[in-house]
């Protein structure tokens, strides 16, 4: 990774942690304040999903590495896996939120932390994932009673994960598994120590800064759109044209419209069909993790089976 991309996910970890501090302070100033779940949709829509949009020219370079010509293979296997998810979650969700919610926890952490870290050890990949937990942790810890209600919505109704859940948060399990994850943090931060790799804590902190003041969906928005979707973005843009960032943020809006408007186009659909039968919050938190679900598998497939083959 360039030193440019690095020395811009380190400021953007300071803006961020800076940012987030202003943005809860006036929100616990104002309680009265209430941002919709549609402004989460939009946000995740506009900000959160493009940073997958330029996924059709990794599966080019995918597709070159086993010499296949054809591009309609990546986006109809693209395709097949997201609606696979998507047909699994409607009969098996409590598995598919379990395995949605660990794969996610890794990504997380990797993406969010990988600019600092030179290394690719089993070691560091598990780091990552306890790393990138805390997304998990943190709603499950200040709100667990909003998460579960989440959780409800999002058609889980087996009765065996609640009482999980419940022995989990009565036996210090959540508490006991944030330890685990601000270990992960120092481990990282002490792994071939260099001073600038404290940007990690910033992360940290604004994590559970954000869901103790905020609402699970909120903070949520708040972390996947402005820390975790744009600093995948900055890298793409750089990697477009490593010597105009002007120029390769245009490249990357251009490139990316295409797929986000599409998503964006399907999401409303579906919005207007499970509208009939649902609320609008309901509706909309459904949109956002199953349909974020549905794209997160195939996008972490290609970035796994592309770094793995360029190796």
Not at 140 to 153: A, D, G, S
Not at 293 to 303: G, K, N, V
Request: with cysteine; proline share 2%.
């Amino acid at each position: 990774m360039s030193n440019k991309i690095k020395k811009i996910n380190l400021n953007h970890s300071f803006i961020f942690f800076f940012v987030v501090n202003i943005f809860c302070i006036l929100i616990f100033k104002y309680s009265n304040l209430n941002i919709s779940t549609i402004l989460c949709l939009f946000l995740i829509l506009i900000i959160g999903v493009s940073h997958g949009s330029l996924d059709h020219i990794k599966g080019n370079k995918l597709l070159k590495l086993f010499n296949l010509k054809s591009t309609y293979i990546f986006y109809v296997t693209y395709i097949l896996i997201s609606v696979a998810v998507i047909t699994t979650w409607m009969l098996l969700p409590s598995v598919t939120l379990i395995i949605f919610l660990m794969i996610a926890s890794y990504h997380f952490g990797k993406e969010d932390t990988q600019f600092l870290i030179n290394d690719r050890s089993y070691f560091t990949q598990m780091l990552y994932f306890f790393k990138g937990f805390l997304i998990i942790l943190a709603p499950l810890y200040f709100h667990f009673q909003e998460t579960i209600e989440i959780f409800k919505l999002l058609l889980i109704d087996n009765e065996m994960f609640y009482l999980s859940l419940n022995f989990i948060e009565t036996n210090k399990v959540i508490q006991l598994a944030i330890i685990c994850s601000t270990l992960s943090s120092v481990f990282l931060f002490l792994k071939n120590f260099e001073i600038k790799k404290f940007v990690i804590f910033l992360d940290y902190f604004s994590i559970l800064i954000l869901n103790y003041y905020l609402s699970p969906l909120l903070a949520f928005t708040v972390y996947f759109c402005f820390l975790h979707s744009i600093r995948h973005s900055i890298s793409l843009t750089i990697e477009l044209d490593p010597n105009n960032v002007a120029n390769g943020f245009r490249l990357f809006v251009k490139k990316a419209l295409p797929l986000t408007i599409l998503t964006g186009i399907f999401s409303f659909i579906a919005l207007y069909l499970l509208s009939n039968s649902y609320n609008l919050d309901s509706a909309i938190l459904k949109i956002i993790f199953i349909g974020l679900a549905s794209l997160t598998f195939p996008h972490i497939l290609l970035e796994y089976f592309l770094e793995k083959n360029e190796k």
